[in-house]
Nanobody, 117 residues
Framework: EVQLVESGGGLVQPGGSLRLSCAAPGFTFSSYWMYWVRQAPGKGLEWVSNISDDGSITSYAHSVKGRFTISRDNAKNTLYLQMNSLKTEDTAMYYC??????????RGQGTQVTVSS
């Protein structure tokens, strides 16, 4: 089971911003593509974004494109997700993950993001 520790979640008003972090000790972080996924209350797991091992390739779900930015610092073994212009529908538990992201053993414990006025 991979060790991943997310932080940075919280309560924010619509239109606000948050920056999530994910510490990844215990494996060769720089060798892996990494993912952010989320799960809203009562819904299934949703892929949000991914980034290549060297950070040169990024992809986003249509629902967050233009608002979220994924990045990584391989020297610090840390993955980030900058979230701007947050909407109520972004409310979810956010997880960082290694492949395969749909497996619970490949994800951290998550950090809760709540967007509400």
């Amino acid at each position: 089971e991979v060790q991943l520790v997310e932080s940075g979640g919280g309560l924010v008003q619509p239109g606000g911003s948050l920056r999530l972090s994910c510490a990844a000790p215990g494996f060769t972080f720089s060798s892996y593509w990494m993912y952010w996924v989320r799960q809203a209350p009562g819904k299934g797991l949703e892929w949000v974004s991914n980034i290549s091992d060297d950070g040169s390739i990024t992809s986003y779900a249509h629902s967050v494109k233009g608002r979220f930015t994924i990045s990584r610092d391989n020297a610090k073994n840390t993955l980030y997700l900058q979230m701007n212009s947050l909407k109520t529908e972004d409310t979810a538990m956010y997880y960082c993950a290694r492949s395969p992201w749909y497996e619970a053993s490949a994800r951290g414990q998550g950090t809760q993001v709540t967007v509400s006025s």
